[in-house]
């Protein structure tokens, strides 16, 4: 039985947490409310494009296509999410936030992973 190796692992789950994350933005039309919580401009939209944005590059992680160039907006998505939702999370003192933040930071670091280890 051919054994699956630690990076096509990585890709696989967090090509999934990505996926899953923009059908849910896809599906649940709260997400355009907790945008506008943000500050975000055009919720609507916005909540659009990052879900298009998951959708295809948590893919093309999944199926090992262009993956560097698709860590590239994950990065980015990942960091604003951290800056949002989870620092301002710090008021309430630092280990509320670094066990609200756990998931993302770990995300974060698995994107990095992959994008360090693709030419």
């Known amino acids: 039985m051919k054994q699956l190796s630690s990076m096509k692992l990585i890709r696989y789950v967090v090509g999934y947490v990505f996926i899953a ?3 849910l933005k896809l599906l649940v ?3 355009e409310t907790a945008f506008a919580s943000y ?3 055009y ?3 916005t909540v659009l494009i990052v879900a298009i944005m998951e959708l295809i590059c948590g893919g093309l ?3 090992d296509y262009y993956v560097k160039q698709a860590t590239i907006p994950l990065l980015v998505i990942i960091v604003i ?3 949002l939702t989870k620092i301002p999370v710090l008021h309430a003192g630092f280990f509320q936030f670094a066990f ?3 998931l993302d930071i770990v995300l ?3 994107l990095y992973i992959i994008w360090r280890s693709y030419k």
Request: net charge negative; proline share 12%; aromatic share 8%.
């Open 21 to 23: 994350s923009a059908i």
């Open 29 to 31: 039309p709260d997400f």
């Open 39 to 41: 500050g975000l401009p």
């Open 43 to 45: 919720p609507e939209v």
């Open 61 to 63: 992680l999944i199926f």
């Open 81 to 83: 999410a951290i800056l």
């Open 100 to 102: 609200e933040a756990r």
């Open 108 to 110: 974060l670091a698995l």
